[in-house]
């Protein structure tokens, strides 16, 4: 940590970034609807070949994909969905400028350990880590505890915070977030639940009279990192691979399902690549040990990512329904219509194999199928897939931090009291 800290610091005297960043100049995001199973084979090619980005592996059946696309890549992009006959519509013209909308904060020139998160930008991960210590001294609550439960490949730590407003033995709800690298709106989010129960005690009461919390908001902080400096569109973590490759992607990495079923990719250069055995990669392996500790404590599981609006429960691996699927449903409902009736977003929900796609290894499958949590839950955060209340799949309008924090809360806390 210090060292990354000193690093940093020298990097940002000598004005050098740590590693020369991926321009997106010219890329072009673009939505295909309407298209045929073929035609979503042929894309997942693409991607294969990395001619295109998916935003959305969804399944075939939802109609609509995403995907960005480099500017010498275009041409074959056109004449493949040509073939047929899927028209697409192009979203951005260049990802560079969206992205560089979105960059402020991401320097590492102004950091300051005395200041609760700033919600105006998207935080680095070394403000997180400063903001924590602020946090972790602060007396704001009876018990606010920074902690770490591992480290990752590039020796940072995976940073969590024990939330209660007394020292007695609560139910817990856990929090885990920024899994993906790049989904920032995922990381905000958590940061802003922080904030919210930390500094505003007496509105959260209820919640805090019945639960403790406990966050991990940055679960991939090699990979957030990364989105950081050189890639904002990496996903997955940083570990070296087969074939020059870097990565995995946690959220296909944990025991649940069979090992690299469906929705995953043994190819190591895939951005769902899931890894060489369940738990290989470290950020996976820490999230396990400190569950399986806690376990017996926890009555919610929340996985937050971006995005496209859904709320989510198992099964992720198979179609059929998980045991508590019509409690789950129910659960799902009420976090679902309080932000309809509140706050306007519309998301649905379901089982994540039917409403998003299936997966296995996915954490919320494992928290339910190996820790018992039975109330295990995956929202899919803003922006939404119509792309009208600010930002574009993984590049959430920075305005738009807090409004996602709240609604997200709101829904959450909805279902946690009811
Ligand atoms: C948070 O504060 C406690 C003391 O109150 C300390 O033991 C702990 O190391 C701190 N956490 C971090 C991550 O610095
Ligand atoms: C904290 O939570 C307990 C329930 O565990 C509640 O009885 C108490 O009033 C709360 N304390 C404060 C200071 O809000
Ligand atoms: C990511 O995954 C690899 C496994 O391929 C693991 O060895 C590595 O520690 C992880 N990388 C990071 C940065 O955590
Ligand atoms: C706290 O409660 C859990 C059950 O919710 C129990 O398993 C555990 O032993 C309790 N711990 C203490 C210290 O009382
Ligand atoms: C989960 O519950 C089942 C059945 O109640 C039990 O056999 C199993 O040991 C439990 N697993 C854990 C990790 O607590």
Not at 207 to 225: M, W
Not at 260 to 282: H, K, L, N, W, Y
Request: glycine content about 6%; some cysteine; proline content about 4%.
């Amino acid at each position: 940590m210090h060292s990354l800290v000193l690093l940093a610091a020298v990097s940002a005297a000598f004005g050098v970034p740590l590693d020369e960043p991926k321009k997106f100049t010219d890329y072009r995001l673009i939505s295909a609807e309407a298209i045929t199973a073929e035609c979503f084979r042929a894309a997942e090619e693409l991607e294969g070949r990395g001619i295109v980005d998916l935003w959305s592996h969804g399944a075939p059946e939802k109609g609509t994909i995403l995907f960005s696309v480099a500017p010498e890549n275009y041409d074959e992009v056109k004449s493949t969905f040509a073939r047929f006959g899927t028209k697409l519509n192009i979203l951005e013209r260049d990802l560079q400028k969206l992205i560089e909308k979105d960059q402020i904060g991401s320097t590492y020139s102004a950091y300051a350990s005395d200041r609760p998160f700033s919600f105006n930008q998207f935080e680095t991960y070394e403000q997180i880590v400063a903001s924590l210590n602020y946090y972790n001294k602060s007396n704001l609550l009876p018990v606010i505890n920074v902690f770490s439960i591992g480290q990752t490949v590039e020796k940072r730590e995976i940073y969590g915070v024990r939330i209660s407003n007394s020292t007695a033995n609560k139910s817990v709800i856990f929090i885990e977030c920024g899994i993906h690298a790049r989904e920032w709106a995922s990381t905000s989010t958590c940061l802003f639940i922080i904030d919210r129960l930390i500094r505003f005690p007496k509105v959260h009461k209820a919640l805090l009279d019945k639960y403790e919390f406990h966050i991990v908001p940055s679960s991939n902080p090699d990979g957030y990192v990364y989105t950081h400096t050189s890639n904002r569109l990496w996903r997955k973590n940083r570990s070296r691979q087969a074939r020059g490759c870097f990565g995995v992607d946690l959220n296909r990495n944990f025991r649940a399902g069979p090992h690299c079923g469906v929705g995953t990719s043994q190819d190591s250069c895939s951005d769902i690549f899931c890894g060489t055995a369940p738990f290989s990669e470290p950020e996976t392996a820490a999230l396990e040990r400190y569950i399986s500790k806690l376990h017996s404590r926890i009555d919610y599981y929340v996985s937050l990512h971006s995005f496209g609006l859904m709320w989510m429960f198992p099964y992720s691996h198979t179609h059929d329904k998980c045991p508590d699927h019509a409690d789950l449903l129910r659960r799902a409902k009420i976090g679902v219509d309080h932000i309809a009736n509140n706050f306007g977003s519309k998301y649905v929900y379901g089982p994540i194999a039917t409403t998003i796609y299936d997966v296995t290894g996915s954490s919320i499958d494992w928290a339910y199928m190996t820790q018992n949590i039975t109330k295990s839950f995956v929202l899919e955060l803003q922006p939404g897939l119509d792309f009208q209340w600010g930002g574009r799949g993984f590049l959430l309008d920075k305005s738009r931090i807090i409004p996602t924090g709240l609604e997200t809360l709101g829904g959450l806390k909805a279902m946690w009291l009811s």
